[in-house]
């Protein structure tokens, strides 16, 4: 037979023991967490970061809250220019992007940054500007060359001047026109997206290139009309990818995983190619998943 002594301690020892347990179950180990951090979990955001024109068009919109509803999870949107968002990427300070910059995209897929790179859709870049085209650029088979005419008219260019993926495009159309702009009297930089930049122009009646989906979003508050477009190099290609979360330890992998898969998904796709019929008459977007990128615009 056991002492009220022996009892006493026994008990006491039991309770000790418990209380142990319960701090263990409290505190999982470190690499628990870092594990739970880096796959992500449903009540956590998904830090989106993506290109104006997503935004100023009007496609998120409907999009993300179909998305929120089917996989519980919660987009924060961040849309900046192209260059922005992969810079945010780069650092890990978002989950996934959507850009439109291939060429500086595959350098961060390459970098192993970018993970589940994805072709999503297509629009395309045209140059609009005055209906009176002080320029005569309209109907010119080339972007070069109606970028060239504008210089010498010594007529008004509204660049975003933001390291978009437009803007990346403008200059690389610069300089296959063989001329270096420079801010100016007459050519101007506005540092901001697609929508407002387009506001701007229309205000200083100039010219600019832009992506057609946010031209057709913003078109019934511009006198400014479309004046080239069609050439093959004036295509707008867009990706999704994830961030890598062995990369950077914060990064909501699943969430991001899950975005890309409904990015890519026959629904989503479908949704995107009838995109603005109902407003413009036209879809402001082509849906290409699947496809060979070099057979786009054939």
Same mark, same amino acid.
């Given at each position: ?54 935004? &100023?068009?009007?496609? +998120?919109? %409907?999009?993300? $809250?179909?998305? /929120? =509803? ?7 949107? *961040? ?13 890990? &300070?978002?989950?996934? +992007?959507? %850009?439109?910059? $291939?060429?500086? /995209? =595959? ?7 970018? *993970? ?183």
């Amino acid at each position: 037979m056991f002492s009220k002594t022996k009892w006493l301690v026994l008990t006491v020892a039991f309770l000790i023991l418990l209380s142990l347990v319960g701090c263990a179950n409290k505190n999982p180990k470190p690499a628990e967490e870092e594990n739970k951090a880096a796959e992500g979990n449903k009540t956590a955001d998904i830090i989106l970061a993506t290109t104006t024109s997503t935004q &100023d068009s009007g496609l +998120l919109d %409907v999009l993300i $809250p179909e998305f /929120e =509803k089917q996989s519980g999870y919660k987009v924060k949107t *961040i849309a900046v220019g192209t260059g922005a968002a992969l810079a945010m990427g780069e650092k890990g &300070d978002a989950d996934v +992007l959507l %850009v439109h910059a $291939p060429a500086d /995209e =595959k350098k961060l897929v390459d970098s192993g940054i970018g *993970i589940n790179y994805q072709l999503v859709m297509h629009n395309d870049f045209i140059i609009i500007g005055p209906k009176d085209d002080p320029a005569k650029i309209s109907g010119l088979k080339t972007a070069s060359e109606a970028l060239k005419k504008i210089a010498e008219s010594g007529s008004m260019f509204i660049s975003r001047g933001d390291n978009s993926g437009t803007h990346k495009k403008e200059l690389r159309i610069w300089k296959s026109a063989g001329i270096t702009p420079k801010v100016g009297a007459t050519y101007q930089e506005t540092g901001q997206g697609m929508g407002q930049t387009l506001n701007i122009a229309e205000q200083k009646s100039g010219y600019t290139l832009t992506d057609r989906a946010t031209y057709l979003a913003q078109k019934k508050n511009l006198s400014l009309v479309i004046l080239v477009e069609g050439e093959k190099s004036l295509l707008n290609i867009y990706h999704v990818m994830q961030v890598n979360p062995e990369k950077f330890a914060n990064i909501n992998a699943r969430g991001a995983q899950a975005f890309v898969e409904f990015m890519v998904s026959p629904d989503t796709q479908k949704m995107i190619s009838t995109f603005g019929v109902d407003k413009y008459g036209q879809p402001l977007f082509t849906p290409d998943e699947g496809k060979n990128e070099a057979d786009l615009g054939k």
